[in-house]
Structures are given as C-alpha cells and as structure tokens.
C-alpha cells in the first residue's frame, strides 16, 4: 500500500476503544518524547480483521521483523553516538583549562580518539549490513553482532562525552544528558546485549 494512505497504518492496530482495553502510562529513563504505556486486555472481543499476520505464525512473523527493528536500533545507537560526539568536539574546543582548550590535551584526545573508532566501525557495520537487507539475503547473525557492538559503543561514547563535559553533562541544559540517557534502551530493546 501506499504510505500516505492511513489504512494502512490503522488496520494494524487494536481499536484501544474497546471494552476491556486499558492503557496504563509509563515513565521512562530515556527516550521522553516516545510515549509509551501497558496495554491490559480483559475480555476483549477480537475481530478476524485485528489479527496481523498468519493466525500460529506469529513468533516467526515477529522473529523476521526483529532482525529489521534491530538494524533500525543500530542506526539510532549510531546516530546517538555521533551527535553526542560532535557536541563533546565542539565544547572541548571551547572549553579552556590550563591556559589551552581541553581538546588539546593528550587524555582528552585519546578519548576522541576512541571513539572515533567505534563510530567508524559501527558505521561500516550498519551500511554493510543494510547492504546484506537490501540485496534481499538474511542477516541475522550480523543483525545480532551489530546490536551487540553498536548499542554497548553507544553507550559508552555517551558515557565519555559526559566525561569530556564534566559536570556541565549531567545538566539536562546540555543535549548529551538526553543522548546517554536515550543510549541505554539500545542496550535493551530490541533483545538485549
């Protein structure tokens, strides 16, 4: 279907009207602007049209679909990673302590360094594996190892840009709280590490 036709994104959902259905809100570390709750579902009347998929293929259905969202939570770990990498650039260059920016000293530059690295490798490893989605071949197992590695680097880039930040990063005034917060769920969803 066409995505600008709406059908095509509620025929999929459960009509959250229905008696029996109960939604329960949930606050969260991170990921603030998703809203997200439990869903409670007592007695409720199904209708053929609310079942997705094959009725008793639906672990398979969602095991094909999990190897796509875990390659989605990789770019997301990737893009996380990255922009919390070049905020941490930009304010080592701006922040002065002992008479030069603290980018230019050695401890600081061997983080950069780092992660950097982990980055690079993690960007190589998403497009190598989107290459493997788009010539239409399974990609499980690079689906696993990449959420592995991407989502534990992401964190951990977060984490030092914290550090490169000091105190100003655990300030929510700063975009790199919300990164190293948003981080963590990379680590979680979509299986965890």
Known sequence: KNADDESMFTEFFLDMSKPGVKLSPLTKLGLRMDSCCEVYMDNVELEEKDLVGVEGNGFMQAMVNFEVERLLACAQSLGAAECAFED??????????????????????????????????????????????????????????????????????????????????????????????????????????
Request: net charge neutral.
């Open 88 to 193: 941490a650039v930009r304010y080592a260059t701006q922040r002065v302590q002992f008479g030069k920016p603290i980018a230019k000293h050695q401890a600081v530059g061997f983080k950069f360094a780092d992660m950097a690295t982990k980055i690079r490798a993690t960007d190589l490893m998403v497009w190598d594996t989107c290459e493997l989605k788009r010539q239409g071949k399974r990609f499980s197992v690079e689906a696993a190892e990449l959420k592995l590695l991407a989502s534990r680097w992401a964190c951990e880039v977060c984490d030092d840009c914290i550090q490169i930040f000091g105190g100003n990063g655990y300030s929510a005034e700063f975009d790199v709280e919300r990164f190293y917060r948003d981080a963590k769920l990379l680590e979680i969803g979509e299986g965890t590490s």
